[in-house]
Nanobody
Framework: QVQLVESGGGLVQPGGSLRLSCAAS????????MGWYRQAPGKQREWVAG???????NYVDSVKGRFTISRDNAKNTVYLQMNSLKPEDTAVYYC???????????????WGQGTQVTVSS
């Protein structure tokens, strides 16, 4: 069994910052790409940022220069540092990881339960 558990969401004023964390646990053999998605009310889930096992990063244009994705491979954890937050960043944020579990030869696609981020004055 593999689990992803997010933390760090909350309510913040426009211009503020939050740091999301997502820890993977369980029978993990190897973790490949990790990333963050978000889903605002009434909208489809969108990809926000991704990071490879080697540390290469990519971002959706709307967060470039404001968000930073990073990972700690020793802790099986991915982070999303969010600065200069805007009301349009309000959404449920989900982490995602491509993981091979022990006893499996298949690359599995795993999701966290989501954490709410609300940007409002």
């Amino acid at each position: 069994q593999v689990q992803l558990v997010e933390s760090g969401g909350g309510l913040v004023q426009p211009g503020g910052s939050l740091r999301l964390s997502c820890a993977a646990s369980g029978s993990i053999f190897s973790i490949y790409a990790m990333g963050w998605y978000r889903q605002a009310p009434g909208k489809q889930r969108e990809w926000v940022a991704g990071i490879t096992s080697g540390g290469s990063t990519n971002y959706v244009d709307s967060v470039k220069g404001r968000f930073t994705i990073s990972r700690d491979n020793a802790k099986n954890t991915v982070y999303l540092q969010m600065n200069s937050l805007k009301p349009e960043d309000t959404a449920v944020y989900y982490c995602n990881a491509a993981i091979i579990a022990y006893g499996s030869t298949r690359l599995g696609d795993y999701w966290g339960q989501g954490t709410q981020v609300t940007v409002s004055s």
